[in-house]
């Protein structure tokens, strides 16, 4: 199976891959707290923290009417609530910057995926951006009217484009799904698979240049920005965190074996840590 009919599958069929738990970890008072905001039953993947709760991808709906909807977790109340209660697929929750709402791949009903807009207020309909767009697995957007899309093809492949469509350029071919922009660092950052490797690569603000970093670990996919010159990933349940100026220094950072074996997706903002527990070997 291919990635593409596996990404696929995994989207329209959710219940057909290992279940997944999101987490949130935060240092208070020297001592890390680790909470669980969605159950251990079922799929909860790609958190991203706002200032008031995470927005996530989650399992709904049962037997044949499986798919994946939008949903938000409140700080505050400490409750979720579903936000997009449709008729098709939405996974991949963005902040859009131009308007409040949610930028979200959509797999629409004849099984295209492209990029739509989901406004946080109800009374509004939420609408496609781009007709021509497609299929688009993930996108990132910048400070600059712009954004990246990752493509699915054979390979897949790094997309630009400015939010007005008039600047339009492949940038990478067969990239990885974790797609980030650091606006501190002003740079877009994302994976390249190249030489039985996968790269670090970011693209900066500038010139547009692509820059391959570092290699990263043979198991990792993901990565979180933790501030503008650090990010982490995990191996296992241990996260590391690793310098973009000196990418030889790479320090443990936390170890959270007793929740799961193996953390894929991350998140990081405002010293809290979003995570995602796969279910553990043992308990499929």
């Given at each position: 199976?291919?990635?593409?009919?596996?990404?696929?599958?995994?989207?329209?069929?959710?219940?057909?891959?290992?279940?997944?738990?999101?987490?949130?970890?935060k240092a208070k008072d020297n001592v890390l707290q680790v909470t669980a905001i969605t159950s251990d039953i079922g799929y909860h993947n790609q958190p991203?923290?706002?200032?008031?709760?995470?927005?996530?991808?989650?399992?709904?709906?049962?037997?044949?009417?499986?798919?994946?909807?939008?949903?938000?977790?409140?700080?505050?109340?400490?409750?979720?609530?579903?936000?997009?209660?449709?008729?098709?697929?939405?996974?991949?929750?963005?902040?859009?910057?131009?308007?409040?709402?949610?930028?979200?791949?959509?797999?629409?009903?004849?099984?295209?995926?492209?990029?739509?807009?989901?406004?946080?207020?109800?009374?509004?309909?939420?609408?496609?951006?781009?007709?021509?767009?497609?299929?688009?697995?993930?996108?990132?957007?910048?400070?600059?009217?712009?954004?990246?899309?990752f493509m699915l093809g054979e390979p897949h492949y790094l997309y630009y484009s400015d939010r007005a469509s008039t600047h339009r350029q492949k940038m990478a071919d067969d990239i990885g799904r974790s797609l980030s922009y650091?606006?501190?660092?002003?740079?877009?950052?994302?994976?390249?698979?190249?030489?039985?490797?996968?790269?670090?690569?970011?693209?900066?603000?500038?010139?547009?240049?692509?820059?391959?970093?570092?290699?990263?670990?043979?198991?990792?996919?993901?990565?979180?920005?933790?501030?503008?010159?650090?990010?982490?990933?995990?191996?296992?349940?241990?996260?590391?965190?690793?310098?973009?100026?000196?990418?030889?220094?790479?320090?443990?950072?936390?170890?959270?074996?007793?929740?799961?074996?193996?953390?894929?997706?991350?998140?990081?903002?405002?010293?809290?840590?979003?995570?995602?527990?796969?279910?553990?070997?043992?308990?499929?």
């Amino acid at each position: 199976m291919n990635y593409l009919t596996c990404c696929i599958m995994a989207l329209l069929l959710p219940f057909s891959v290992n279940a997944s738990q999101i987490f949130l970890a935060k240092a208070k008072d020297n001592v890390l707290q680790v909470t669980a905001i969605t159950s251990d039953i079922g799929y909860h993947n790609q958190p991203l923290i706002a200032a008031n709760g995470v927005y996530f991808t989650g399992e709904a709906g049962l037997g044949k009417n499986m798919q994946t909807d939008l949903f938000f977790y409140d700080f505050q109340s400490q409750q979720t609530r579903n936000l997009t209660n449709s008729s098709v697929s939405e996974f991949s929750p963005t902040l859009y910057p131009y308007d409040a709402g949610l930028s979200s791949v959509v797999v629409e009903s004849d099984g295209t995926q492209r990029l739509w807009f989901y406004p946080f207020d109800t009374s509004k309909k939420p609408k496609r951006l781009y007709d021509d767009l497609k299929p688009v697995g993930y996108h990132a957007w910048g400070a600059q009217d712009d954004m990246i899309l990752f493509m699915l093809g054979e390979p897949h492949y790094l997309y630009y484009s400015d939010r007005a469509s008039t600047h339009r350029q492949k940038m990478a071919d067969d990239i990885g799904r974790s797609l980030s922009y650091n606006a501190a660092a002003r740079t877009f950052s994302f994976t390249v698979n190249a030489d039985s490797q996968q790269w670090f690569t970011t693209l900066d603000d500038e010139n547009k240049q692509v820059h391959r970093r570092f290699v990263l670990p043979e198991q990792v996919q993901d990565y979180t920005w933790v501030d503008e010159n650090h990010i982490a990933y995990a191996i296992g349940a241990k996260v590391f965190r690793r310098n973009i100026s000196n990418p030889t220094e790479i320090q443990p950072w936390y170890d959270f074996a007793e929740y799961c074996g193996q953390i894929s997706r991350m998140n990081y903002l405002n010293e809290t840590l979003a995570f995602v527990c796969e279910q553990r070997s043992n308990e499929q």
